[in-house]
């Protein structure tokens, strides 16, 4: 698995931009190797995230930080949903070949502060009106790590839209493309934001996916407010004229896919109707439902690898491609700021989240064990009645437990079996103890004692944890 040093890539992005000033073009960017353009991947976003402003420096650390400590998983092209490190990637380029991320969370009761405010705390992400995908509630089954999926994208214009702009490769250098100085500007990358927030009954999530440039519809205003529009007067006053059909969102959104052709230069006004757009780095511009072949980075989004891998994010048709649902402790840990993100750690794949232990069925193994133990009840009872029969300290020690146990018909030994070193739960694990003299006993109030190797109880047990491994072996 390949693992980059981000700083080093971020230096490397810098020279390469440092030794072409008038920038490489997409033609000489297209001749790098995709290992090549995953270390510019790792570069871009390290630029991103400690050379942009500060509040956006702050809101991509903590984004990162749930991509990789949340449990990221991805869907192929065929097959079911796989962790991230299974695609031999660093955690950069999950956000940059235009693929989305959703994020789900939840409302949790005395705890005000959710994972979506979390991420932004004291700013707030720009507002959009329009955007073709979006997220929608419903039951969409169980990850592997038993977390539920309740949300997945969609190609609708659903959800609560908003964005920041990005300095991709960082505030102040020059894009290693164009050449041009890089400025939060809208044309150096876009991190897209759609929401749906959670309630006490429901949960929240977040769809997050970044693009080459800032759509047309993020300034408040009618388009007015934003730097870029009131440097590029030409601009706005070209939007202007489109924005009657802007607001008949499907429409408009058919219409202008057709006369600008969008990333693609494929209507004959393509390259007329480009001149007025927010050129980003690649050449391209961002109009409505239309995308070209590049990522935010310049590398090839995962659409077109998947010609030659199949390995890469799919999903459905190029939607729901990867999903992150963190459990309460992860969300804790990253709130109270127990769980980092590294920004060096932009060139590694996060460790694949551990995999949930498959349930026994318990009430059948403990039925075993427990008939096993009333035997062993009867068995030394009528032993320890011998006239030359005894029982040390410690064998009546465990006898008090068994009895307390079969009492209650075991019902505290409820358990999977990865919360303990061997299957079959607390119960059977305990008696093992008892046999073997190793480990803690896990069952409560179980007694810590050790038998004699060879005596009686020890013997009686010993045929107990046979036949519970034998129930075990039967599920």
Not at 131 to 156: L, S, V, W
Not at 281 to 291: E, N, P, R, Y
Request: some cysteine; charged content about 20%.
């Amino acid at each position: 698995m390949p693992q980059f040093s981000a700083n080093h890539c971020y230096m490397q992005y810098r020279a390469i931009a440092e030794q072409n000033p008038q920038g490489l073009g997409m033609d000489a960017f297209r001749q790098y190797s995709e290992l090549e353009c995953q270390m510019l991947d790792v570069g871009w976003w390290y630029g991103a995230m400690t050379a942009g402003t500060p509040g956006n420096n702050s809101i991509l650390n903590r984004m990162f930080a749930i991509l990789w400590h949340g449990g990221l998983y991805y869907r192929p092209k065929h097959g079911t949903w796989r962790p991230w490190s299974d695609t031999d990637m660093p955690i950069a380029t999950a956000l940059s070949r235009s693929g989305g991320v959703v994020v789900q969370y939840r409302q949790r009761p005395g705890i005000q502060l959710t994972l979506w405010d979390w991420v932004f705390q004291n700013q707030q992400p720009d507002r959009r009106s329009h955007a073709t995908h979006g997220i929608e509630r419903g039951n969409y089954g169980t990850m592997p790590n038993n977390q539920p999926k309740a949300f997945k994208e969609n190609k609708k214009d659903e959800g609560n839209h908003s964005g920041i702009n990005l300095a991709g490769g960082g505030l102040g250098n020059r894009n290693a493309i164009t050449g041009k100085q890089i400025r939060e500007d809208g044309r150096h990358g876009h991190l897209y934001f759609c929401h749906t927030a959670a309630t006490m009954n429901q949960p929240g999530g977040f769809l997050v996916k970044a693009e080459s440039s800032a759509p047309l519809d993020t300034a408040d205003g009618l388009f007015m407010n934003s730097p870029y529009w009131r440097e590029n007067p030409n601009q706005r006053v070209a939007m202007l004229a489109l924005s009657p059909i802007w607001f008949v969102p499907w429409f408009g959104a058919a219409l202008v896919d057709t006369l600008t052709g969008g990333g693609l230069v494929r209507q004959p006004v393509g390259l007329a109707a480009g001149a007025i757009y927010p050129q980003a780095q690649t050449g391209d511009f961002h109009a409505l439902g239309v995308s070209g072949e590049r990522g935010v980075t310049g590398g090839k989004k995962f659409k077109s690898i998947i010609k030659f891998d199949e390995n890469v994010p799919y999903g459905e048709n190029g939607y729901d491609v990867m999903f992150v649902n963190p459990t309460d402790d992860t969300v804790d840990g990253l709130i109270q700021g127990g769980l980092t993100f590294n920004p060096d750690d932009l060139g590694r794949s996060p460790p694949a989240p551990p995999l949930p232990q498959p349930e026994t069925s318990s009430s059948r193994v403990n039925a075993v064990l427990v008939a096993a133990l009333q035997d062993v009840i009867k068995q030394y009872e009528k032993e320890a009645s011998g006239f030359f029969a005894r029982s040390s300290r410690e064998s009546q020690q465990v006898m008090d437990w068994i009895r307390g146990v079969v009492a209650t018909d075991a019902a505290n030994v409820t358990y999977r079996n990865g919360e303990m070193p061997m299957q079959g739960g607390p119960l059977l694990w305990t008696l093992k103890y008892y046999v073997r003299g190793s480990g803690q006993p896990a069952a409560a109030g179980a007694p810590a004692v050790k038998l004699t190797s060879g005596g009686r109880l020890h013997k009686m047990l010993a045929d107990v944890v046979t036949k519970g491994d034998q129930a075990v072996a039967r599920l």
